[in-house]
């Protein structure tokens, strides 16, 4: 069992209200992952969770019981750092046996943790390896071993990517999605990358100043963000916000649309421009067209488009797509 709920939980420390009042509902075996800028409180909540900081007020209850007040060590969880946090003198074998030592777990079941681990992280190579010797995915990987041996209820994963190049990134991405098939097991995972969470989340919560905005799947939170924050937040490249002169009938202030919705036309549409920067990506190409009246938009079109730098271009808009924001920046719904 991993199901985890938050009641009206709060954080603060002296004056500053870092997480205020918050409900969440995490189940049993799902990835959800916590995603927002640098302060929004997502690492902040997940350590309030682990137990490595104390909750000013409301509940955190695991399984069904109350741990608001629970020991770290008693909560049954598992926390990977951003950092690691391996003993460099030790071999890997003993990095990961080291916390069922503290346990005094008998030796053989030691060993057979220790080889069930590193079977399913492919590091039967590196067990006597010490971490220096270890590239930082490997690293990361004998850190995740080190949380699997002990079979948590839930895994804390606190920005475990951060540290490393982007193609290892796209390497552990898959493992850790991989690793969750495999185990089944409760994953919360709070990264500040929007990509990161988009690929490997069955559920996303996007924090802002201490708030969770919406909670949902990616798919939702793409095409349904309940307001401009999250619209702007999830995609990449980031939505296109075109503010409006006087509020519409409908009260919208402000529209939004994504770049791959905007469509090049011969003549008319919404917007006349010019090409501005021109980012050719293979499969794809951005443009970033100078609007007169609007900021520049962000224009995703064909690998093999032609338009170039100072080129006239006409846009339009697939008219189901377009957002549209009132003046607190919350969705109007469509109709």
């Known amino acids: 069992m991993g199901s985890i709920t938050l009641k009206q939980v709060t954080k603060s420390f002296d004056e500053v209200n870092v997480i205020k009042p918050l409900d969440l509902e995490i189940r049993d075996g799902e990835f959800i992952v916590f995603v927002g800028p640098s302060g929004c409180g997502k690492s902040t909540l997940l350590r309030m969770i682990a137990g490595l900081e104390d909750t000013t007020s409301g509940n955190i209850e695991i399984d069904g019981q109350d741990a608001t007040s629970t020991p770290p060590a008693k909560r049954g969880l598992a926390m990977v750092f951003q950092s690691y946090a391996l003993y460099p003198h030790m071999s890997v074998r003993n990095n990961i046996a080291f916390p069922l030592k503290r ?9 057979e943790k220790i080889a069930s681990a590193a079977r399913i992280l492919n590091l039967g190579d590196y067990l006597d390896r010490k971490p220096g010797q270890l590239s930082g995915g490997q690293r990361q990987r004998v850190a995740i071993g080190r949380a699997i041996v002990r079979q948590p209820s839930a895994f804390l994963f606190d920005e475990p990517l951060s540290n490393l190049d982007a193609s290892l990134r796209v390497n552990m991405r898959l493992e850790i999605s991989e690793l969750h098939k495999s185990l089944k097991t ?21 924090f802002n100043a201490g708030v969770i905005e919406q909670v949902g799947t990616p798919l939702e939170l793409y095409q349904y963000p309940v307001n401009r924050f999250v619209a702007g937040f999830i995609g990449s490249p980031k939505m296109n916000f075109i503010e409006l002169d006087t509020p519409q009938e409908d009260g919208a202030t402000c529209l939004g649309v994504r770049p791959e919705h905007i469509e090049i036309t011969e003549s008319g549409g919404l917007w006349q421009g010019k090409v501005g920067v021109v980012e050719h990506l293979g499969s794809e190409t951005f443009l970033h067209v100078q609007v007169e009246g609007a900021d520049t938009l962000t224009v995703k079109a064909n690998g093999d488009c032609a338009l170039r730098y100072g080129d006239d271009v006409y846009l339009g808009a697939q008219p189901n797509k377009i957002l549209r924001f009132d003046s607190q920046g919350q969705t109007i719904a469509n109709g």
């Open 103 to 111: 346990a005094k777990v008998p030796p053989a079941e030691i060993e």
């Open 186 to 206: 409760t994953m919360i995972y709070v990264t500040h990358d929007q990509v990161e969470a988009m690929t490997m989340a069955d559920r996303i919560a996007v």
